[in-house]
């Protein structure tokens, strides 16, 4: 699939140190690559198209964006694969209730968010692979985890997954088992469904049904399962073991512990990732933002509006990635003045000298990316020049390129 077009990144003079971030399934921050890889590969759950992007899918995509940035920064070449959930109920749901087709919504919303993503300063993917894409290889690792006797098929004719077969489930959340089959019933899971082997088993692959579509695979006629989609983009584009899997905290599980563990079955390989690392999510008026609750705040309504997308991205940086963080225009208000000083002090032609700038914001995102650390450096920065001036010419134009490449925040303009 087509993915959008890269904003420039400005180079930087030297490197900063090693970048670690907090691994879900140890809970403790680990280093992102080995001290002498020359490349880092990343795999982050991307949308699923049935409506427009909203600020919680543009703090998560903003997040794992700082990542590829930081890892740029330090002269790795980055492999990075985002999916697009182009086929799945939800899709079926909302064009039956608008009358339209699912393939014409899922393109629809797929090229809204495109515009965002550009809109917003995120990197591209290398890879950007709808499920439709990969359903030719997903029913060849279905068939092949029949083979292995990590799948079986049930009397309905869709084929389930036997959590039981792989010994690392369970490691990535380390949730326990009442709690599985909480997030399994709440999240797209069937642990109620009879004939299944485990109440946790998820669906691999979707018997062909009235009104839905279908595909001519390996494994038989009909259509992937959520989880082994992801799965299979990551192996196919990424290889068998991956550095980071990111995606919201609402994807620990069963997304990432049932996508790690069909990994880990077809491959033999634990654990599928280096880090499991996932963002906190963002609400309005106390609760989740989600499309089943309606409160959502969509990227390109505020764009619409005349609000400058480097404000909203300031805006989703101010706290930490890992905190449940709450949208309000207060919060908008106070990036929008804040990014108005910035601005402001890198167009001034001398300023106090960014040297020291450079070295700390590159310390606070290597530091499972202190964004609140990092910000309040630039605003030292920013006071002192404003307030006192500043004698070095070449400050403005080092500061513009460090909050530029590595925060991704324009100050040109
Ligand atoms: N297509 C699947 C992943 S394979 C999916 O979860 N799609 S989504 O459209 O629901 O979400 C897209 C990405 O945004 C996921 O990484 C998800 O974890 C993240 N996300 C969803 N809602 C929020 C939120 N309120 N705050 C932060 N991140 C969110
Ligand atoms: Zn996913």
């Given at each position: ?156 004719g869709d084929v389930y ?135 959502l705040v969509f990227v ?77 450096v630039i605003d030292a ?33």
């Amino acid at each position: 699939m087509e993915s959008w077009t890269a904003p420039h990144v400005p180079a930087l003079p030297g490197h900063g140190p090693a970048l670690r971030l907090h691994d879900t399934a140890t809970g403790e921050p680990r280093e992102t690559v080995a001290p002498d890889a020359e490349g880092a590969t990343m795999y982050v759950c991307g949308i699923t198209p049935y409506d427009a992007t909203h600020l919680g899918h543009a703090a998560t995509m903003i997040t794992f964006d700082l990542v590829h940035r930081y890892w740029l920064d330090q002269g790795l070449d980055v492999n990075y694969a985002q999916n697009v959930t182009d086929v799945d109920e939800p899709l079926f749901e909302r064009a039956e209730r608008d009358g339209t087709d699912w393939q014409v919504l899922g393109l629809r919303e797929t090229a809204l968010y495109r515009e965002d993503m550009e809109a917003l300063g995120v990197l591209p993917p290398r890879h950007y692979i709808g499920a439709v894409e990969s359903v030719p290889s997903v029913g060849k690792a279905v068939a092949q985890l029949l083979a292995k006797g990590a799948a079986y098929r049930h009397d309905s004719g869709d084929v389930y997954y036997a959590v039981e077969s792989e010994p690392g489930f369970g490691s990535e959340s380390n949730y326990d088992r009442e709690t599985m089959l909480r997030y399994a019933r709440e999240r797209g899971g069937d642990p109620d469904r009879e004939g299944k082997r485990d109440p946790l088993d998820p669906v691999l692959w979707n018997a062909p049904r009235d009104g839905e579509p279908s595909w001519e695979t390996e494994v038989g006629p009909g259509r992937p399962g959520w989880h082994i989609e992801c799965t299979c983009i990551a192996i196919d584009y990424l290889g068998e073991q991956i550095d980071v899997q990111g995606g919201g905290s609402d994807l620990i599980y069963p997304h990432h512990e049932m996508s790690a563990a069909h990994a880990q079955s077809l491959t033999g390989k634990r654990p599928f990732a280096n880090a499991y690392v996932h963002t906190g999510m963002i609400g309005l008026d106390g609760e989740k933002m989600s499309k089943s609750l309606g409160n959502l705040v969509f990227v390109s309504k505020l764009r619409a509006e005349g609000v400058d997308p480097a404000a909203v991205r300031l805006a989703l940086l101010a706290q930490h990635y890992r905190s449940d963080r709450q949208w309000s225009a207060a919060v908008l208000a106070e990036a929008e003045l804040r990014l108005g000083r910035w601005r402001e002090a890198a167009s001034r032609e001398l300023a106090v000298p960014a040297g020291a700038v450079l070295t700390a914001v590159r310390e606070r995102l290597a530091d499972d990316l202190d964004t609140p650390g990092a910000l309040s450096v630039i605003d030292a920065w920013a006071e002192e020049t404003l307030s006192a001036g500043g004698e070095d010419p070449s400050a403005p134009a080092l500061a513009r390129d460090t909050i530029g490449g590595l925060l991704g925040i324009d100050c040109t303009r």
